[in-house]
């Protein structure tokens, strides 16, 4: 028989929500770091021993705590940041549940140090398991201390949960990593003991700061994104397609300065990467959005890693728009490096100069080394350099071909002349390279186009090119025109569920603007009488069932947009210039001229790179010139 219902003590309460809270010494690096933060630290300092599990040390120079409001601190939802159920509704700070201090005091052994800077003197508050040692005068700094030793070293059952040492400093030095990317303007520091190097973060300077955090590269290959519509403002970086990692372990986003996980979100994201990134590559980017407080809920889980937004439609729509004009307006150039060479440079910091294709200045790059990595190969990343200097060696030079066009004889379909290319009869003039895809030379193997440009030498691989110009251009089609339907001779019925079949009669006009046409024939079903034309092929029921269940998550479906790319992906590639296609001069010419004008030209459909350009400092570093 079930025991009689009982009154949990503060203690336990306590506990249960420690484990909430605190689900590692991460968790409680992470709370500390919000707590100093929202209390206008400008310097934080971290320091872990053992990966946090013997003692955690957070020390900042914020406003600090009153002696009299220590006590209060470490007592269950008690907070300076909101005083009444109406303030939920609008919550501008990191922390707000007043929960974390007094759940983790009830696991470790806590010391508590602060000065507000107008007190002559500190004090600390002792802490052993929830139960008070001490409360004493102590010297310290305007901030705040906060020490913590022997984590759940009163509930057994969770510290043997804990990973290794090393993997305990990971997740702190990833938290510290987060926390700072959200507030450049504050420096941090973070130290792990001998044999782990010092983490440093000076405030000011975001470049080297998600240098550090990320990668040098990401600052070079990405672009700014600073978007705003009605009370929305989206800021940050994302890096190019060309860009990307086998992971998700370099993404950032941030509500309101606060680091979220969110499905909507993540969803925004992706559609606007779908058909620039190669298959199972994922994007980087640090991201920033603001709105009004009272337009997102942040009280939703304890650790505050979720978000929900009062109109979570309009954030989908307007993150996926802002995000998908950003990276469709990227220039060839400025995609470039699409594939990185890696070239040996003469001599340890030497700098290679370029030619600034816009103004047709000299500009400084980086040490050759600063950009030397993983090529590509098959449109696949390489784990080893792509060796051009090898490559280039095992030329036949019998195999560079420069045909010349008949006379009379009409360019390919899809590669129409235009004005302004160069002659057909020979190479580019001089005073023409300033073109950013430079002037056809040759073909090579009936697979790539040579040409020059203000740079250096241009490398394009003709099929992948060709792929996404006929891409972009079926999309803009589809997208100006109203989508061609097909009658069902025998309509479908899709039994569905009856929110679901609410939906289809709300926006069943949104759905005909689609192509699909649906009716509702029952409390739980629905009839299909058109499908796109595009798409009539495709697998009817299960396209209604995704679509719907689509509209039911995100107040919107891509569903019928991401499966006519799909087949537009599949039109363009099979209507694209194939290998060992000879083209004349005109016609290389017009598809470089098409690749300027073209969104996300950098990369086909597939997200492998179209083209790589070998500046004249490579090409002189490869025949040993000047040295």
């Known amino acids: 028989m079930p025991g009689r219902i009982h009154q949990l003590s503060e203690f336990v309460a306590n506990q249960i929500a420690a484990g909430e809270v605190v689900e590692r010494p991460a968790s409680l690096v992470k709370e500390l770091i919000e707590n100093s933060l929202d209390a206008g630290a400008a310097k934080i300092e971290v320091v872990s021993e053992q990966g946090g599990v013997k003692r955690v040390l957070v020390r900042d120079d914020g406003w600090g705590i009153h002696a009299d409001d220590l006590r209060l601190a470490v007592n269950r939802h008690a907070t300076s940041k909101i005083a009444s159920a109406d303030d939920l509704a609008g919550v501008a700070s990191l922390g707000f549940r007043g929960e974390a201090l007094a759940s983790v005091a009830s696991v470790v052994r806590l010391v508590l140090v602060s000065r507000p800077a107008d007190a002559k003197q500190a004090y600390a508050l002792e802490i052993d398991g929830g139960r008070e040692l001490a409360f004493e005068p102590r010297a310290h700094p305007p901030g705040t201390s906060v020490e913590v030793s022997d984590l759940f070293y009163n509930t057994p059952a969770r510290r043997k949960f804990l990973k290794a040492e090393r993997t305990e400093q990971n997740h702190i030095e990833q938290v510290v990593k987060s926390q700072s990317l959200a507030r450049m303007d504050v420096g941090f520091e973070l130290r792990q003991g001998a044999g782990r190097n010092p983490l440093l973060l000076p405030a000011g300077n975001p470049s080297s700061r998600l240098s550090r955090i990320l990668s040098a590269e990401f600052v070079d290959r990405s672009v700014v994104v600073d978007e705003a519509a009605g009370d929305l403002r989206l800021t940050g970086w994302v890096g190019l397609p060309t860009l990307s990692r086998s992971q998700t372990d370099q993404q950032y986003f941030y509500v309101n300065g606060r680091l979220v996980r969110d499905k909507l979100v993540a969803h925004a994201i992706r559609q606007a990467y779908r058909d620039v990134l190669f298959h199972g590559r994922h994007p980087v980017f640090v991201l920033f959005l603001e709105l009004p407080a009272a337009a997102v809920d942040v009280n939703v889980h304890p650790t505050k890693h979720e978000v929900r937004f009062r109109d979570a439609r309009n954030v989908h729509d307007f993150i996926f728009g802002m995000l998908n004009r950003a990276l469709r307006g990227v220039r060839p150039d400025a995609q470039q490096p699409p594939v990185v060479v890696a070239l040996e440079p003469t001599s340890p910091g030497a700098q290679s100069s370029l030619v600034d294709t816009t103004t047709g200045e000299i500009r400084d790059l980086p040490p050759a080394s600063h950009w030397s990595g993983a090529g590509y190969r098959h449109g696949r990343p390489s784990s080893q350099p792509h060796n051009l200097a090898r490559e280039f060696a095992a030329l036949d030079p019998q195999r560079l071909q420069q045909p010349a066009p008949a006379s009379g004889s009409a360019p390919a379909s899809g590669l129409a002349p235009a004005s302004g290319s160069a002659p057909a009869s020979g190479s580019a003039p001089a005073s023409g390279l300033k073109a950013v895809m430079g002037y056809a030379l040759a073909q090579l193997h009936g697979v790539y186009i040579l040409a020059a440009n203000a740079d250096g030498l241009v490398l394009v691989d003709m099929h992948a090119a060709h792929e996404r110009i006929t891409y972009e251009r079926l999309k803009s089609q589809v997208t100006t025109g109203v989508v061609a339907r097909q ?59 995704d679509l719907l269940a689509d509209y039911a998550e995100f107040g919107i479906s891509q569903r019928l947009e991401t499966l006519q790319e799909r087949l537009l ?59």
């Open 487 to 545: 009658q069902l001779l025998v309509p479908l019925v899709v039994n569905v569920s009856e929110a679901e079949a609410d939906l289809v009669e709300d926006h069943a006009a949104a759905l005909e603007q689609m192509g699909l046409v649906l009716e509702r024939s029952g409390q739980q079903s629905v009839t299909v009488r058109e499908l796109p034309a595009l798409l009539d092929d495709g697998d009817g029921e299960t396209l209604v069932r």
């Open 569 to 627: 992906a599949t039109m363009a590639c099979h209507g694209s210039v194939r290998a060992n296609r000879q083209l004349s001069l005109t016609e290389m010419n017009q598809l470089l001229r098409d690749m300027e004008v073209t969104p996300n030209s950098g990369q086909c459909n597939h997200g492998r790179p179209t083209y790589l350009v070998l500046s004249m400092a490579d090409l002189d570093r490869l025949f040993l010139r000047g040295q």
